[in-house]
């Protein structure tokens, strides 16, 4: 299994531009989210989906769509980017649920706005 | 705003001794769990906890979870350089477990 893959790893955007993060997983997991990591701010989330057409806002959702087609894939839209998202993305995917083990993480896209 | 609190945000320490990691949060949770970063890396899961659960233990990890003051503790015995890495605490907001909520993460350094 290659688990939790995010594309691309990194990303140099003009301010104005727009860009889709992808994220895909082969474990079957019904929820997945995206988060985005600062600098001294921790782990923020942005989307979140807990199945194939369901998808929710987190707690930065501002500037960013996301869309869950299929239970493998949910990318991230910005659709006009800013210096402010300038950051790491990580996406994540757990089956959820009362059995709920924990997430796991792609190993994350840098993206620098400028 | 960020749920959980990890405490202290640096501790460096020498290889072979004991690591402890706190974590505080503001509201009711399902389960709360640990994660770990190395540098420049994605997060690994390393251990959930659930509400009705006190105490989980991992290899090296021992976990303790005391909802009355809305607090976990993460132990890290005899602890080695390749633990060197930054530690976050992560719980629930609803039911189940879609919305993960991570704190500001506690970066431990083990010296050789």
């Known amino acids: 299994n290659a688990g939790v893959t995010q594309t691309p790893k990194f990303q140099v955007l003009k301010t104005g531009q727009s860009m889709t993060l992808q994220c895909a997983q082969d474990?079957?997991?019904?929820?997945m989210s995206w988060y985005r990591q600062d600098p001294g701010m921790g782990l923020r989330l942005i989307h979140y989906?807990?199945?194939?057409?369901?998808?929710d806002q987190g707690e930065v959702p501002n500037g960013y769509n996301v869309s869950r087609s299929t239970t493998e894939d949910f990318p991230l839209r910005l659709l006009s980017a800013a210096p402010s998202q300038t950051s790491v993305y990580f996406c994540?995917?757990?089956?959820?649920?009362?059995?709920?083990?924990?997430?796991?993480f792609g190993s994350g896209t840098r993206l620098t706005v400028v | 705003s960020q749920q959980g609190e990890e405490d202290p945000q640096a501790l460096s320490i020498q290889e072979g001794e004991n690591a402890t990691m706190n974590c505080s949060y503001k509201?009711?949770?399902?389960?709360l769990q640990w994660y770990r970063q190395n540098s420049g890396r994605g997060l690994v899961h390393l251990i959930l906890?659930?509400?009705?659960?006190r105490e989980k233990h991992s290899g090296r990890l021992r976990v303790t979870l005391d909802t009355s003051k809305k607090s976990s503790s993460l132990l890290i015995t005899a602890s080695r350089a390749a633990d060197t890495a930054s530690y976050f605490c992560a719980t629930d907001l609803s039911g189940g477990s879609e919305k993960l909520v991570f704190g500001k993460g506690t970066k431990l350094t083990v010296n050789p």
């Open positions: 994540a995917s757990t089956y959820g649920g009362p059995d709920n083990y924990g997430y796991t």
């Open positions: 906890i659930r509400s009705n659960e």
């Open positions: 509201t009711s949770i399902n389960n």
């Open positions: 474990m079957n997991h019904e929820y």
């Open positions: 989906s807990v199945g194939a057409g369901i998808t």
